[in-house]
T-cell receptor, first 113, second 119 residues
Framework: KQEVTQIPAALSVPEGENLVLNCSFT??????LQWFRQDPGKGLTSLLL?????REQTSGRLNASLDKSSGRSTLYIAASQPGDSATYLC????????????FGKGTKLSVIP | GAGVSQSPSNKVTEKGKDVELRCDPI?????LYWYRQSLGQGLEFLIY????????KSGLPSDRFSAERTGGSVSTLTIQRTQQEDSAVYLC?????????????????FGPGTRLTVL
């Protein structure tokens, strides 16, 4: 059974800082891994999807890396802004032909103006 | 185009009552997923539909939970004889699915969720 751990659980940084969110997962037989953000009282917004054959994916100020063999992924946010404040969720699929995602409990990010 | 929509946005019910939660996926998406997020817990998978069939129901917590999908579109999640531990946010997601996207590129798009409170 896939298990996902995200560290840290919460992070507070001043505006403009670069930061890294960490994710580890136990079953490396995945097809892909997605990073989402969740704003309070709202659904999830997909940020990036990394295929298992890829090592990283970039979108704007976001860069996600994947080390499948070691079961790790990181989300790098450059030049953080107050609008980045949200909970960030890492979700590898469960592999073995299953498309279901397994979620970590997330990292709650606060960017202080 | 329109995203995934869910209704109702909030539902308060009494213990023992049945509830129905609705999900309208993105048009053209053949895959549909239900997840739930309990207070302090991560999201957990409930069920996956490809078209109208459900090849993976492994996440349904008990036989009080059931789901159906008709016309390859709208899905309904039904919880019978609700219990207080069923209180959670129920999220629906859709993706292109088999025959369109491949597993490695199939981004899941989430709805805003239904917050269920069982008194």
């Amino acid at each position: 059974k896939q298990e996902v751990t995200q560290i840290p659980a919460a992070l507070s940084v001043p505006e403009g800082e670069n930061l890294v969110l960490n994710c580890s997962f136990t079953d490396s037989a995945i097809y892909n891994l997605q990073w989402f953000r969740q704003d309070p009282g709202k659904g999830l917004t997909s940020l990036l999807l990394i295929q298992s054959s890829q090592r990283e994916q970039t979108s704007g100020r976001l860069n996600a890396s994947l080390d499948k063999s070691s079961g790790r992924s990181t989300l790098y946010i450059a030049a953080s802004q107050p609008g980045d404040s949200a909970t960030y969720l890492c979700a590898p699929d469960s592999g073995a032909g299953s498309y279901q995602l397994t979620f970590g409990k997330g990292t709650k990010l606060s960017v202080i103006p | 185009g329109a995203g995934v929509s869910q209704s109702p946005s909030n539902k308060v019910t009494e213990k023992g009552k049945d509830v129905e939660l609705r999900c309208d996926p993105i048009s053209g998406h053949t895959a549909l997923y239900w997840y739930r997020q309990s207070l302090g817990q991560g999201l957990e998978f409930l069920i996956y539909f490809q078209g109208n069939s459900a090849p993976d129901k492994s996440g349904l917590p008990s036989d009080r939970f059931s789901a159906e999908r008709t016309g390859g579109s709208v899905s309904t999640l039904t919880i019978q004889r609700t219990q207080q531990e069923d209180s959670a946010v129920y999220l629906c997601a859709s993706s292109l699915g088999e025959g369109f996207g491949s597993p490695s590129t199939d981004t899941q798009y989430f709805g805003p969720g239904t917050r269920l409170t069982v008194l």
